[in-house]
T-cell receptor, first 114, second 115 residues
């Protein structure tokens, strides 16, 4: 079984500042993949970033980067130079190599203040 | 390349009725997964189809069923609707994964309201 925990139901950040969203996970598999998705008010789930567990290098996508700590089973998302359009619900998710279903955390609602 | 499309976008039904939701994956994607999103339960996996076969199923009652066609389009059906079935139903597609872990791309969802 795989589980994902997001302990911050809500967070806020000032525009142009940096914010970090936390995520911890648990899985018995050695082969797994981690994701951050964002869900704006439109409810469309949008992929933000993906991390393969076998890769030591942290994934980066423009202003978005992760801090992947495999031993601690931690997978945090850092958003730099926050923009108003970053306001959304952010979900951390895991999929194990042998499974084909995403398991999601409960989400973190991010507010960006002008 | 067009994204995942879902129809209808909004649906209102009454208890006891049945409903069919449709999902067209990204061109070339052969795996389609369905998720239910509710305020109370969050995002929960329903089932996954590949090559017209259900490969994986979540913990939902038999009232929830699905199928996939030869062109990879998928439908899910909910029979004997209950108030608790009100939710956002999300479809996601991915390439044909050999071992899993493929990125899933989501459609805009179908909002179902059961009265």
């Amino acid at each position: 079984a795989q589980t994902v925990t997001q302990s911050q139901p809500e967070m806020s950040v000032q525009e142009a500042e940096t914010v970090t969203l936390s995520c911890t996970y648990d899985t018995s598999e050695s082969d797994y993949y981690l994701f951050w998705y964002k869900q704006p008010p439109s409810r469309q789930m949008i992929l933000v970033i993906r991390q393969e567990a076998y890769k030591q290098q942290n994934a980066t996508e423009n202003r978005f980067s992760v801090n992947f700590q495999k031993a601690a089973k931690s997978f945090s998302l850092k958003i730099s130079d926050s923009q108003l359009g970053d306001a959304a619900m952010y979900f951390c998710a895991i999929i194990s190599g042998s499974a084909r279903q995403l398991t999601f955390g409960s989400g973190t609602q991010l507010t960006v203040l002008p | 390349k067009a994204g995942v499309t879902q129809t209808p976008r909004y649906l209102i039904k009454t208890r006891g009725q049945q409903v069919t939701l449709s999902c067209s994956p990204i061109s070339g994607h052969r795996s389609v997964s369905w998720y239910q999103q509710t305020p109370g339960q969050g995002l929960q996996f329903l089932f996954e189809y590949f090559s017209e076969t259900q490969r994986n199923k979540g913990n939902f009652p038999g009232r929830f069923s699905g199928r996939q066609f030869s062109n990879s389009r998928s439908e899910m059906n909910v029979s004997t609707l209950e108030l608790g079935d009100s939710a956002l139903y999300l479809c996601a597609s991915s390439l044909a994964p050999r071992t899993g872990g493929e990125t899933q791309y989501f459609g805009p969802g179908t909002r179902l309201l059961v009265l």
